[in-house]
């Protein structure tokens, strides 16, 4: 994936060298260089923050920051970000501008680009033989026997045409998955937007980007009475747990990845996890995470009736 990745155009990002999250241009610079929406740059820089736990940070080191705790323990995220272009000033940093052109690359390669991609992931661009599967599975099902991940190893290499004695090289392991697993099913297992399908028809309507805290005008205006208390995301998040409550929360610049995580964290309770993540959401906005912005965000994702909680 590294050779695939390191051919993605990065001369525009990387004229934004000098410039910093602090300065009001920092996202639409980056929508300019990357020719992505300034939506889609404010949802990746949300994202972004939340690897590196930061609102500031303009470079990831995976190797050094400590990750989320649902993205520490993924191997196969830990494995990917290995993968990423790095800054020719230094070589342990992926920065935003080269994280959200990665992330654009996924949004737009075709089918047969993404599982070379996979391939080059799986095992560095090394042909993939039956004892590598026999790991592969082993991290996936940690609970099957030695017999049995052989088996599936086997089942596997037989099922991209190949045999449990043989090699799969890149071209052998596309055609085999393109053969075996009807495009459409593989469509969308492989199927990736930075702004979700869900979404995206709303995505004109989303508020305007603000400007970072620290450069917004009349700051004070905005502490105190404007900002979401903790007894308002509470009964938003009883009211919108009776229904598509995903939507908002794929609107506030969440991935369904976080959706799946806290709920799997709050034992699939919707509830408990709508107000964990309105909760997150309040956290990293700070000076931003104003009743106005919210009550736009609930508009355009049906809860008109509930912002009146926001009163």
């Keep these: 994936m590294g050779a695939i990745l390191s051919s993605i155009r990065l001369h525009g990002v990387d004229a934004l060298g000098d410039i910093t999250p602090s300065r009001a241009d920092w996202l639409t610079s980056h929508a300019d260089a990357t020719d992505l929406s300034a939506v889609e740059v404010e949802r990746l820089w949300r994202r972004f923050q939340q690897i ?29 970000l290995k993968h990423f272009p ?3 000033t230094d070589d342990d940093a992926i920065s935003f501008g080269y994280f959200i052109s990665v992330m654009r690359w996924f949004d737009e390669a075709n089918l047969h680009r993404k599982l070379e991609a996979i391939f080059q992931y799986l095992n560095n661009g090394d042909p993939i033989d039956t004892t590598f599967l026999v790991k592969f599975f082993k991290h996936i099902h940690p609970d099957m026997t030695n017999d049995e991940l052989k088996s599936t190893a086997a089942g596997a290499m037989r099922l991209l045409g190949s045999t449990e004695t043989d090699q799969l090289n890149q071209q052998q392991f596309v055609e085999g998955v393109l053969k075996f697993i009807p495009h459409d099913e593989l469509a969308e297992l492989l199927d990736f ?12 309507t989303l508020p305007d980007l603000p400007l ?53 964290r709050n034992n699939y309770n919707a509830a408990a996890t709508i107000y964990d993540l309105l909760d997150l959401w309040r956290e990293q906005e700070g000076s931003l995470a104003t009743k106005t912005r919210l009550r736009e965000y609930l508009k355009i994702s049906g809860f008109e009736k509930l912002v009146k909680i926001l009163d």
Excluded: C
Excluded at 193 to 204: G, N
Excluded at 224 to 246: F, N, R
């Design 52 to 80: 590196t736990g930061s609102r500031d940070k303009a470079n990831l080191y995976p190797e050094n920051n400590a990750l989320p705790e649902e993205l520490s323990n993924d191997i196969f995220v830990k494995n990917l």
């Design 86 to 88: 790095r800054l020719r």
């Design 193 to 204: 937007h930075i702004i979700p399908t869900a979404v995206s028809h709303e995505t004109a």
């Design 212 to 264: 970072p805290p620290m450069m917004t005008a009349n700051a004070d205006n905005v502490v105190g009475d404007d900002l979401v208390t903790d007894d308002q995301i509470k009964q938003l998040a009883v009211q919108t747990s009776q229904k598509h409550w995903t939507k908002l929360i794929l609107a506030l610049g969440f991935l369904e990845y976080d959706i799946e995580a806290y709920k799997a």
